[in-house]
C-alpha cells in the first residue's frame, strides 16, 4: 500500500511538472508570436507612412506636368481631378488602412482608365485630346505601380480568423458532436460573465485583482466563472499566476468574432 502511494503522488507530481511546462512553452511561443506581430505592425506603419508621401510625391510630380493645350481652367480642373482621389489615398496610408488604401486606389485606377478611354474617343473630334491622354496614361501608370507594391505590403499583416475561415462542407457539419460541443465549449462560455473574463485576459488583464476591480466580483464567485475556463483549457495561469490565454481560447475568441458579426444580420 506504501509503494503504491508513493508512486500515485509521485506520478501526480509528474503530471502537473508536465502541465507547468507545457503552459510555459505556451506562454512563450505566445510571447514570441506577440514580438512578431510588433514586429509586423511596425514595418506596416512605417512601410505605410513612407507609401504614402512617396505617391502624394509622385502623384504631384506628374500632374505639374500638365501643360493643358487648352486654358488655364481646364488645366487646373485637370489637376484638381487627378490629385483629389490621392489625397484620399494618402489618408488611409497614413492611418495604416492598407486595404482601405488599396480599394481607393483600385478605384482611382478605374476612374483613370475611364478618362483615357474618354480621351481616345475623342481625339478624333479634337487632337488636342492626344496631349490628355498622355497625362492620364502617366498616372495610370504611377498608380498601377503603387497598387503592386501595396498588395505586396499585405502579406505581412497578421492572418485573422476571417481571412483564413474555411468553405465547411456538409461532411464538417455532419461530424459536430452536440453533446461534446456543448461540455467543451458552449457550457464554459455561456454565461456573460465568463465572456467578459474571456476577453480581458486577451486584452492583457492578468492578475486576479484585476477581474475582481473589472468584473465586480470576489473570491468564490469570481473562481465560480475562472474555474470553467481553465478545466476546459480556455486559459491558464503561469509561475506568477497570471491568467493567460491558451491557442483553444484564441480560436474560440476567433470564431466569436465571426459569430458577432453574424448576430448583426437579419
Known amino acids: 500500500m506504501i509503494t503504491v502511494t508513493v508512486k500515485t503522488k509521485t506520478s501526480h507530481t509528474v503530471d502537473e511538472t508536465l502541465l507547468e511546462v507545457k503552459h510555459v512553452n505556451y506562454s512563450l511561443q505566445q510571447e514570441l508570436k506577440q514580438i ?6 511596425g514595418i506596416i506603419l512605417n512601410t505605410s507612412l513612407l507609401m504614402g508621401t512617396n505617391i502624394d510625391l509622385l502623384g504631384k510630380q506628374k500632374i505639374e506636368t500638365i501643360d493643358c493645350l ?11 481631378e487627378m490629385y483629389q482621389p490621392i489625397q484620399k ?3 488611409f496610408l497614413q492611418k495604416s488602412d492598407i486595404e482601405g488604401a488599396i480599394n481607393e486606389l483600385r478605384k482611382t485606377i478605374d476612374y483613370a482608365k ?3 478611354k474618354s480621351n481616345e474617343e475623342k481625339k478624333r473630334e479634337d487632337p488636342r485630346r492626344t496631349h490628355c491622354l498622355t497625362h492620364w496614361d502617366g498616372l495610370l501608370s504611377v498608380l498601377q505601380n503603387q497598387l503592386t507594391t501595396l498588395q505586396s505590403l499585405t502579406s505581412l499583416e497578421p492572418e485573422t480568423a476571417v481571412s483564413k ?37 486577451y486584452r492583457g488583464r492578468k492578475r486576479f485583482s484585476d477581474y475582481e476591480e473589472l468584473i465586480k466580483l470576489e473570491g468564490g464567485h469570481l473562481l465560480y466563472h475562472l474555474k470553467p475556463l481553465i478545466n476546459n483549457g480556455l486559459i491558464f495561469q503561469d509561475r506568477d499566476r497570471n491568467y493567460l490565454l491558451t491557442e483553444k481560447g484564441r480560436r474560440l475568441l476567433e470564431t466569436l468574432a465571426i459569430m458577432n458579426e453574424l448576430a448583426d444580420l437579419d
Not at 512578431?36 to 505592425?41: A, C, D, L, S
Open 70 to 80: 487648352f486654358d488655364s481652367t481646364s488645366e487646373q480642373h485637370c489637376k484638381t
Open 114 to 116: 475611364m478618362q483615357k
Open 165 to 201: 475561415n474555411k468553405e465547411f462542407s456538409s461532411s464538417d457539419i455532419s461530424k459536430i458532436n452536440p453533446k461534446h460541443l456543448h461540455e467543451n465549449i458552449l457550457k464554459p462560455i455561456s454565461n456573460p460573465t465568463r465572456l467578459q473574463i474571456l476577453l480581458e485576459v
Open 36 to 41: 512578431r506581430e510588433e514586429i509586423r505592425r
Open 89 to 91: 489615398i494618402v489618408e
